[in-house]
């Protein structure tokens, strides 16, 4: 499977962070990867403009449940799709705590993305830290359960993992426990949808990825990707994930 690396900027970049993204788009024209970043709405517009029709592609960091409306301060899944946009994530841990945002409006944002034809990246995650994954999991298992819609095609979503405790820490679980939860999350899928397309998605790992240890994750079991938080403002560093993605040492 392909590997897809997201890198979301959060409220991170005016104009000049730009200049990350060109470079990036110089450094690899054609990525054996699928790389995404994921700007604030105010650069998204010009951040298409630089990636052109190349493979390197641009997503929203959140999109409202409905199409338009009077919903002052957002924006809509159609609007990211009209704007030149590919992939969206939904359910960020820090929209469900900093916006009260519960699976089920996350399960709505995921219905409205995918009916605009955007691929959507659903972020889990649990905040509680050094408990058995198994344990973990039972958190994440009613994040995926309320947060994923029904009906889905498993090219089109694909779900990052997110130890909330991970986040913007320095800390990571081990890499076992990593395997341990993406292995869980596959076999929920494929007890949830059709045994057969349980492969077909792709499991993000998120939660201070960094260079140094970028290599270890993405070469462990059933990670599909990685979604890149801080790493991902600095060409410098993002590229070096990008590389581990590809094998390049
Ligand atoms: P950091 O990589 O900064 O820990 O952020 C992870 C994240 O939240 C990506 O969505």
Redesign the pocket.
């Known amino acids: 499977m392909v590997k897809l690396v997201?890198g979301?900027w959060?409220m991170n970049g005016v104009s000049a962070q730009l200049a990350e993204l060109e470079k990036l788009v110089a450094l690899f024209p054609r990525p054996q990867t699928d790389i995404v970043i994921c700007p604030p709405a105010t650069l998204m517009m010009a951040a298409i403009k630089i990636v052109d029709v190349g493979p390197i592609m641009i997503g929203g960091q959140d999109c409202h449940v409905e199409p338009s409306g009077a919903h002052t301060g957002d924006i809509s899944a159609l609007m990211i799709k009209d704007a030149g946009g590919k992939f969206v994530?939904v359910g960020?841990?820090?929209r469900r705590e900093n916006h009260n945002e519960d699976s089920h409006t996350v399960c709505a944002k995921s219905i409205a993305a995918l009916k605009a034809n955007l691929k959507v990246i659903v972020?889990v995650g649990e905040t509680s830290h050094n408990v058995p994954v198994e344990n973990a999991f039972a958190d994440i298992k009613t994040l995926l359960d309320q947060s994923i819609p029904d009906r889905v095609m498993p090219q089109n979503l694909s779900i990052?993992y997110?130890p909330v405790w991970?986040?913007?820490?320095?800390k990571t679980p081990t890499i076992e426990d990593i395997a341990k939860m993406h292995s869980r999350i596959r076999r929920y899928l494929g007890e949830r949808f059709r045994t057969d397309t349980a492969n077909l998605f792709r499991i993000l790992y998120?939660?201070?990825?960094?260079p140094k240890n970028a290599a270890a994750i993405l070469n462990t079991r059933d990670v599909d990707g990685v979604?890149?938080?801080?790493?991902?403002l600095k060409s410098d560093t993002f590229s070096e994930i990008i590389k581990a993605a590809e094998g390049i040492h």
Do not use: R
């Not at 998120?206 to 960094?210: E, K, Q, T, Y």
């Not at 979604?227 to 991902?232: D, E």
């Open positions: 997201v979301n959060k994530i960020h841990s820090e972020c990052a997110e991970a986040i913007g820490t320095g998120g939660g201070s990825v960094n979604l890149v938080g801080g790493a991902s």
